[in-house]
């Protein structure tokens, strides 16, 4: 039967059994089989790899595995530039947008609050969370490996973390995010841009000790939803802050 050697290298060995973490290992296969199959079968979804070299040349996606051939594959170099290379992928999407699952809500408001465009609801199928990720180019976020490897979706990212503050960090790193962030310019309802208005035009919403206590106030351009500085503001920026001591 004929066999392939492969090396996974960096973050792709978390979706390795142990036993072919960090090591050269022997996969047998039958008939014609696309590289990018294979790789899918041993558990790494295509979104995480960015270059595959086969007998030290680079391949793409399409690439059909020769007995004896040597599979090296690498994750995606969002910070580096490798375009002398073979991309598997479109370029990076620079403007980084991104569309998360229904269990990353609380990931999804950290993004909007560092000022990321961030679609989420608590009902997306996975058929929409695909097509919202290829048709608006946004970068899929998911713990569901099953949904990255649909072919449609280009750019995407299995999150690790279960803790959602650690899951911000992981993101920004991975990314490579910490100089784009642009906290409390979106609306954490849906996503809105945050607009300055003046309190007179919004002085008859506003409850009579807002009205006292506050003059700096933003309004969301899309559902209109008014915010200031209030009593939250504080423990939101030493969030913010805190996060950001990673970059």
């Given at each position: ?102 269990h990353l809500g609380r ?114 351009q899309t559902c209109d ?11 939101l920026k030493n969030f ?8």
């Amino acid at each position: 039967m004929p066999h392939a050697i492969f090396r996974f290298y960096a973050e792709l060995n978390d979706f390795l059994p142990p036993a072919r973490r960090q090591a050269e290992f022997t996969h047998a296969f039958q008939g014609r089989v696309s590289i990018k199959d294979m790789i899918e079968s041993l558990g790494v979804p295509h979104t995480e790899v960015d270059l595959i070299l086969a007998n030290g040349a680079s391949v793409d996606f399409d690439y059909l595995v020769q007995d004896d051939d040597r599979i090296g594959v690498y994750p995606v170099f969002e910070a580096l530039d490798i375009t002398p290379l073979v991309r598997l992928r479109p370029r990076p999407l620079r403007e980084s947008r991104f569309v998360l699952d229904t269990h990353l809500g609380r990931l999804a408001t950290y993004l909007r609050l560092l000022g990321f465009d961030t679609l989420y609801r608590n009902d997306y199928d996975d058929e929409e969370l695909a097509r919202l990720s290829a048709d608006e180019k946004r970068i899929l976020l998911t713990k569901d490996r099953g949904l990255l490897k649909r072919r449609v979706v280009t750019h995407g990212y299995c999150v690790r973390s279960p803790d959602p503050r650690q899951q911000i960090k992981e993101i920004l790193g991975r990314f490579d995010l910490y100089g784009s962030v642009s906290p409390f310019s979106r609306c954490l309802r849906c996503n809105g841009l945050l607009a300055p208005v003046e309190k007179q035009a919004i002085a008859h919403r506003l409850p009579s000790h807002t009205r006292e206590d506050h003059d700096e106030f933003y309004r969301c351009q899309t559902c209109d939803r008014l915010f200031w500085p209030g009593s939250h503001y504080a423990a939101l920026k030493n969030f913010v802050t805190d996060v950001l001591k990673g970059g």
